[in-house]
């Protein structure tokens, strides 16, 4: 029973990733999806090497 309800919740998981990968979703809603705040959903996202969408040079404009 526990198996079945972690494999399920992983299965989400790996869900709502592929929604953000896919842009069809924000981090934010992801978050909201996870039950995870903003900050260990963008650290989920960068474990798992997908592009945030967020250059060199955003960076540099958003500093300047």
Known sequence: ???IA???IKME?????EMYRNRKITIRKAAELLNLSYVETY???ASKEIDIGYSIEDLRKDLN
Do not use: A
């Not at 998981?13 to 990733?17: A, D, H, R, T």
């Open 1 to 3: 029973k526990y198996i």
């Open 13 to 17: 998981k790996e869900k709502v990733l």
């Open 6 to 8: 972690f494999s399920k």
């Open 43 to 45: 650290d989920l996202i």
